[in-house]
């Protein structure tokens, strides 16, 4: 029961990170290894503004979504298009935004550390004990939960049920043939980046709420968001959705089980379970 | 072979001689910047190997040496050094083996994912191994082999790498790379064995960066879980395959060179500015210098010839 309810806890906050993550892949096509930065950033926004206005991190994700947003959509039209248009094959985008991202995420790093440094921050918000069958919860990773739930539902309303989410899926299918019927590829591909960076960037806020962060975990977020998109499948947005919970159970399974330092270790053996027995996903169609 | 190969040679032969004696002179920065320089030399060569032709971008590199490193570092109690370093290249050919299964009959990115995690697995793992036995986190390596024997050592494995890439470009196994690393559609359809051919290349690239490790392990004398997993080698490695170019046996050595005389001059200055400027490596290598420098010197080694 308490994995249980620590695994569902775990996982809502894991699908709206990795929900960030498959905008960017699916969609815009960048495998964006500078995603867990972008991440803690938003942590860190949320800190400074926790502490330095008394801002609560729910609040702050107002500020900071946009903030993010803005910020992801110039890294898309500096960085990442001139790549996307010097690409002659979908492998040498690859390559090219794997390399590429991986180099800004280092500048996030770098400069995330000249400005708050090296150490390990949290900060205490409604840190209340809140019994769930005999089990105490802290209320902020109950709200953490409630709030990335929120955000995901309105994530996937927004794409399945309105005209500019049809469009962005449009993209995500065939960009040559969204072309076709009149959609500018390039901008939605840029908005696709920007939305998956606020995405992101709001995950972060609420991540901030219950746990500890440094300048340089970002890459943790990357790999589990990583995992997380592969698990469930490159564009399936539901199987985005079912992977986050199946990771979030996995992790708090084994933390609480055997060792909290061995949670990487089940990730990654979740990893080598679906390349080996299903590459393309749980819920990813088998291709050609 | 032809007049080029033996002209190339012979010129690898004098600058392997010319290296092999700076440990005579008694300057101890060169021999350290020396051994740092041979070490990043066979790293990155042996990077390029796998994946200059095939474009899949490892970053196993560091769990590899750490891999060889810790092999060493359990053993040296219980058997001779050059047993253990047979040992650890004989582990590090297996992971490496189980490795390539596992992901290289899929596309890039997740080979790319998979290998970055690698070594913060591995290391996890030996941590966690280490406290459940109750030993201590730290190991002591203590032998007699001194510095100038590790240099000599590190160019005698790079004469070997260089041989196995310049072997490998001619054979069929080589030439089947190039197929794969232009079109691999075309590399099936052509019957090739694609997942083969790419896991013995990554096989060997990462035998040979578990050797690294083991050889290396004398030097620091105090190995850490901490220390040999770290992730910025790989990093390192990339970059400065890259920077020279990843295309030609000889490109790694024109990068690994004067990057990392400029990196321990810029980590001296700036000790905390590191990861900013290596990211600042990683968007110059992609933006500014895609070929490397053996892209751009073979460009205008063809513009002068063209002109004379």
């Not at chain 1, 867990?36 to 702050?60: K, Y």
């Not at chain 2, 001619?170 to 019957?191: M, T, Y």
């Not at chain 2, 220390?227 to 170019?245: D, E, K, N, Q, R």
């Not at chain 2, 490596?281 to 002109?307: D, M, Q, T």
Request: hydrophobic content about 55%; charged content about 10%; aromatic content about 12%.
């Amino acid at each position: 029961m308490e994995i249980l309810l620590g695994g569902i806890l775990l996982g809502g906050t894991y699908a709206l990170i990795a929900m960030g993550l498959q905008l960017q892949y699916g969609v815009a096509r960048i495998m964006n290894l500078a995603n867990g930065e972008v991440l803690v950033a938003g942590s860190f926004g949320a800190l400074w503004l926790f502490t330095g206005a008394q801002i609560n991190p729910i609040l702050a994700i107002v500020l900071l979504a946009p903030a993010a947003y803005i910020l992801n959509y110039f890294i898309y039209l500096i960085f990442l298009r001139p790549l996307v248009r010097r690409a002659k094959s979908e492998g040498q985008l690859e390559v090219d935004s794997i390399l590429s991202t991986f180099g800004i995420s280092f500048i996030f790093i770098g400069l995330l550390h000249a400005i708050f440094g090296g150490e390990y921050f949290n900060y205490e918000y409604l840190e209340i004990p809140f019994e769930i069958f005999g089990q105490a919860y802290g209320v902020n990773r109950i709200i953490a939960f409630v709030g990335a739930a929120i955000l995901a539902a309105l994530l996937y309303i927004w794409l399945t049920h309105t005209r500019s989410g049809l469009r962005l899926r449009a993209v995500s299918v065939t960009p040559s043939s969204a072309r076709l019927v009149g959609i500018d590829v390039e901008r939605t591909s840029a908005m696709a980046f920007a939305l998956g960076g606020a995405v992101t960037a709001a995950g972060g806020s609420l991540i901030s709420m219950f746990d500890t962060f440094d300048a340089s975990i970002g890459v943790v977020f990357t790999m589990k968001a990583l995992i997380i998109v592969i698990l469930g499948g490159v564009k399936e947005i539901r199987g985005t959705i079912v992977a986050a919970f199946i990771l979030g159970f996995a992790e708090t399974a084994v933390a609480t089980l055997i060792d909290p330092g061995l949670t990487l270790a089940a990730a990654f053996l979740l990893f080598i379970l679906v390349l080996l027995f299903r590459p393309q996903g749980l819920f990813g169609r088998q291709s050609s | 072979m032809t007049r080029t190969e033996i002209r190339n040679f012979l010129i690898t032969i004098v600058l392997f001689a010319l290296a092999a004696l700076i440990p005579l002179s008694d300057s101890g920065f060169w021999l350290s910047m020396g051994i740092t320089i041979a070490t990043y030399m066979v790293l990155s060569t042996s990077w390029a190997l796998f994946s200059g032709p095939t474009h899949y971008i490892s970053l196993a590199t560091g769990a590899f040496y750490g891999i060889g490193m810790f092999t060493v570092g359990v053993g040296i109690e219980l058997l001779p050094y050059w047993v253990l370093v047979v040992v650890a290249a004989v582990i590090g050919a297996v992971v490496a083996a189980l490795v390539g299964l596992a992901t290289l009959r899929l596309s890039g990115v997740y080979f790319v994912i998979f290998t970055l995690g690698l070594a913060e697995l591995i290391r996890q793992i030996v941590t966690w191994v280490q406290t459940t036995m109750g030993s201590s986190s730290g190991l002591y390596v203590l032998t007699n082999i001194t510095e100038p024997i590790i240099f000599w050592e590190l160019l005698i494995l790079g004469i070997i790498v260089y041989f196995i890439g310049w072997w490998i470009n001619r054979s069929r196994l080589g030439f089947a790379l190039r197929i794969i690393g232009n079109d691999e559609v075309v590399a099936v359809h052509s019957g090739i064995n694609t997942a083969a051919a790419k896991i013995i290349l990554f096989v060997v690239s990462g035998t040979v960066a578990t050797i690294v490790g083991a050889l290396l392990a004398p030097r620091l004398s105090y190995i850490e879980s901490s220390i040999a997993f770290s992730p910025m080698l790989s990093f390192i490695v990339v970059i400065t395959a890259l920077l020279g170019g990843a295309q030609r046996l000889w490109g790694p050595i024109v990068g690994v060179i004067p990057f990392m005389l400029v990196w321990d001059f810029l980590t001296a200055t700036f000790p905390n500015q590191t990861t900013l400027m290596l990211g600042i490596c990683f968007l110059l290598v992609v933006y500014a210098i895609p070929n490397g420098f053996a892209g751009l010197i073979e460009k205008y080694s063809h513009r002068l010839r063209g002109r004379t």
